[in-house]
């Protein structure tokens, strides 16, 4: 997590709300990111990474503890129409909450769970775990910084 001060004040976009609850699970997230794409059978496919396409998906908040957010890439048959996985230049993308027509920052993408050798890890698979940084675990400090 960090916080970056700019230069000059940006007056032409409203920001989007932080989460500041601490029930995000079974929540429906949708989650934005100029990473690579792919399908959960083969997994992600590396060339696609460098277009830069922004893109959205959909998942369940499984669990929210601490600095995680955490959600499985489930089947089709156990999915939602949007269901995805962040993929590798996702980093950093939003993940966001919709109640009553307003948007809410929850997460933000980090890393999928690997098991064994990880030379041999393959992102995006069906039945991936990802982790998301949890926006409402730093709520405090972000108020603090940007209060000063």
Known sequence: M???KLTLPVSDVEP????TGENEVGEI???YGRGAT???LTGEAPD???LRVMNQFQNIVQSAEGSWIVFTFDKPENALALEGMHGSGDSGGASVIFKEGSSFLVGLSSWQLGHGDISTFKGG???ATAYQVRVSNYYDWISSVLGS
Not at 16 to 19: L, Q
Request: charged residues 5%; without cysteine.
């Open 2 to 4: 960090a916080l970056i």
């Open 29 to 31: 997230i949708t989650v």
């Open 48 to 50: 696609t990474k460098s």
């Open 125 to 127: 698979l069906y039945g």
């Open 16 to 19: 989007i709300n932080m989460y």
């Open 38 to 40: 792919g399908n959960g």
